[in-house]
């Protein structure tokens, strides 16, 4: 065990009501895991993990811990929080490397899952080791949706995913990539062949639009598609990126490590108003990329973006300063203002009713995971919007155990 991890170990104080993990939104027992780690016991700590969250070596890395876990330790009063992310990512990766499955397949409890991010792939590996025979119609070439496509390798190694993708084959699942559910399989199709349930995790691919003139031009990009494959992307040296969110600061830090010299993230309030978390913006920092407050997006032209100011009145609402507009020198411009559900499944519906949606485009479900229609059910970001991973998770979980019961229900 490393230094690091060992010293983060020993400084756990086995709390008897334990924060840590009430603070997590899938309950993570750190506690005990870290207790087994310290006895030595590293492959049963990284059991205890992967059962309570199949994507615990990914959550490990990339979860906002400041907000969940370290966030309720009971050093945090003192800003000296344990490292629990490190911890279980350590413990995690150990364990996913030295496991290995045998299917034990009943063909006659078929679920197809609709999308291989966070909550497909927990529902497939849950799933998969009750017996379940499943099926993952994936739209990309490669399994693994937002963890492969939405983030950047260097916070997210796609080594990570092929071991997924690994333990899928060995639980007996099927893969269909290149397959978009909707214009040519249907729902029906699906349920026509025996399917007993189908699970919805699509996640929000499809790139909201800022609206203003300029951005049908050929230097601007949306972020979702830039992440994709930034290699596919020529920004040219000066880089404007419009947004505030993680993805926003996903987006600056990958153009700074692929070429670029200057990255501007402007975004229309204030920093501490950014949806991204402090611990992110704090490394594109240090990254070096630039940050312009205050400011909103008004034109774009093939050499730079003109933006006005922007401030808040007494009820916080935004308001733009007459008078203020600047013309920022950019190559390309990278727009990340969130991402909506693309609606190949719903519409191919022969009623759009069939699977009810919020005025967002979201899918409407339950609190345990059922859609508008018979045997089909949905969570992650298709419903919420974009989300955490572990959010994700949490709420796939509960999908998993009510597509449990609905098979046995229907036998």
Request: proline share 4%; charged share 25%.
């Amino acid at each position: 065990m490393s230094t690091h991890i060992h010293t983060e170990t020993k400084r756990c104080l086995q709390c008897k009501t334990a924060p840590c993990e009430s603070g997590c939104p899938v309950n993570t027992p750190i506690k005990e895991a870290i207790r087994l780690a310290k006895e030595n016991k590293l492959y049963e700590a990284g059991e205890l993990l992967f059962n309570n969250n199949p994507l615990s070596v990914i959550t490990g890395l990339i979860c906002p811990h400041e907000d969940f876990c370290e966030g309720h330790c009971v050093f945090n009063a003192k800003n000296n929080s344990i490292n629990i992310g490190a911890i279980e990512h350590y413990i995690s990766e150990y364990y996913i490397n030295k496991i290995s499955f045998e299917p034990k397949i009943d063909k006659t409890k078929k679920v197809a899952i609709v999308g291989s991010g966070p909550a497909g792939l927990t529902v497939a590996i849950i799933l998969a080791r009750k017996g379940y025979d499943i099926t993952i119609f994936e739209s990309h070439d490669k399994i693994g949706g937002i963890l492969r496509f939405g983030i950047p390798e260097f916070r997210l190694p796609k080594k990570i995913i092929d071991r997924y993708q690994e333990l899928l084959f060995q639980l007996g699942v099927k893969i269909r990539p290149n397959t978009i559910v909707g214009p040519v399989i249907s729902i029906n199709d699906l349920f026509r062949d025996n399917y007993k349930a189908v699970f919805i995790a699509t996640g929000v691919w499809r790139p909201r639009k800022l609206d203003v003139e300029g951005e049908s031009l050929g230097n601007v990009f949306y972020a979702i598609d830039y992440l994709r494959n930034p290699e596919n992307h020529h920004l040219g040296e000066r880089v404007s990126v419009i947004g505030g969110g993680n993805v926003a600061l996903d987006v600056a830090r990958t153009a700074i490590r692929k070429g670029a010299k200057e990255v501007v993230l402007f975004y229309r309030r204030s920093e501490k108003d950014m949806p991204s978390s402090q611990h992110e913006i704090d490394y594109a920092k240090m990254d070096g990329v630039q940050f312009e407050f205050y400011r909103a997006p008004k034109k774009i032209t093939d050499s730079c973006v003109y933006f006005i100011k922007t401030q808040v009145d007494s009820d916080n609402n935004l308001i733009e300063i007459p008078g203020t507009e600047i013309c920022y020198d950019a190559d390309s411009v990278i727009i990340s203002v969130s991402q909506k559900p693309q609606r190949n499944i719903v519409d191919s519906l022969e009623s759009n009713d069939q699977i009810k949606l919020n005025k967002f485009g979201l899918i409407t479900i339950d609190n345990t995971g059922k859609t508008s229609m018979e045997g089909v059910f949905a969570s992650g970001d298709v419903v919420s919007g974009a989300k955490t991973v572990v959010e994700a998770v949490a709420s796939a979980k509960i999908a998993a155990n009510t597509i449990d019961e609905y098979v046995k229900s229907q036998e």
